[in-house]
Nanobody, 126 residues
Framework: QLQVVESGGGLVQPGGSLRLSCTSS????????IGWFRQATGKEREGVSY????????YYPDSVKGRFTISRDTAKNTVYLQMNSLKPEDTAVYYC???????????????????WGQGTQVTVSS
């Protein structure tokens, strides 16, 4: 059974940092493009960071560019999302997802991701 699991969420003050981790069972993450998504209450799920399947190219939307960094640790079969300078509007449930599709820019549509974790809550508040 292929599973993706996120961890590392929590409560952080505005301007603070948090690192989320994504691991898998049943398959190595290196064989898949990985996306981090988030969904705030009452809003649609949106992608916040992407890393390519074979070339580790990354893509970030303007809303998080310069603040979020996605990276792989092959030895640990883990993909990280480092989030800095967090804002209250970053509050959401964060999901990790895996896709077998290729993309020259690392960006992939949400429905290209077949394997999803259960999500981890990130709350940015003073």
């Amino acid at each position: 059974q292929l599973q993706v699991v996120e961890s590392g969420g929590g409560l952080v003050q505005p301007g603070g940092s948090l690192r989320l981790s994504c691991t898998s069972s049943g398959f190595p993450l290196d064989n898949y493009a990985i996306g981090w998504f988030r969904q705030a209450t009452g809003k649609e799920r949106e992608g916040v960071s992407y890393i390519g399947r074979t070339n580790s190219i990354t893509y970030y939307p303007d809303s998080v560019k310069g603040r979020f960094t996605i990276s792989r640790d092959t030895a640990k079969n883990t993909v990280y999302l480092q989030m800095n300078s967090l804002k209250p509007e970053d509050t959401a449930v964060y999901y990790c997802a895996a896709s077998s599709y290729y993309s020259s820019s690392a960006f992939l549509p949400l429905d290209n991701f077949a394997y999803w974790g259960q999500g981890t809550q990130v709350t940015v508040s003073s």
